[in-house]
């Protein structure tokens, strides 16, 4: 096996309080809303805290496998972070044996914040996770933050 990370930065045109409301806060029920077109349902196991079993469901638009599932290792609000382990996923974490992430939410300014993603994971047939396969692990995450951030851009007055 293969011990790797991936880390990327992504600046978001709306306030780190309102991503994090519409995005990492727990309301499970908004991610349809704010991902429309990506995310067509999400199912949750648990009180919302850790240890919480969330699956995402995707619109078969999207092009990848539909579904997505993580559990909740820990949130922590006053450090707008959010870390997960993923139990199942698309055929790049079929390659894992092991995924958390790491997301958080930071101000960066009047209305806008960076959002830094951190994946540390463990290959399955110790070879290295290609670059291309990196890229795409960190495109899904990232990919659902642009998501969030249109979403919010064009209805300014949602989770302020």
Known sequence: MVAGSINEE?????????????????????????????IDAVE???DGGPGTVS?????????VDNVFKTRLISRDAAAGKVKSEVLQGDKVCAKLKSQVSEMQVQAAGDGACVVKLAIDYETLDG??????????????YLGLIKAAEAYLVAHPAEFA
Do not use: H, I, Y
């Open 10 to 38: 992504c600046a978001v045109a709306v306030s780190a309080q309102r991503l994090w409301k519409a995005a990492f806060a727990g309301d499970w029920d908004a991610l349809p809303k704010v991902c429309a077109g990506l």
């Open 44 to 46: 949750v196991q648990g």
């Open 55 to 63: 699956t995402m469901k995707f619109n078969p638009s999207v092009g």
């Open 127 to 140: 070879a290295p996770l290609a670059a291309e396969d990196q890229a795409t692990l960190a495109k899904g």
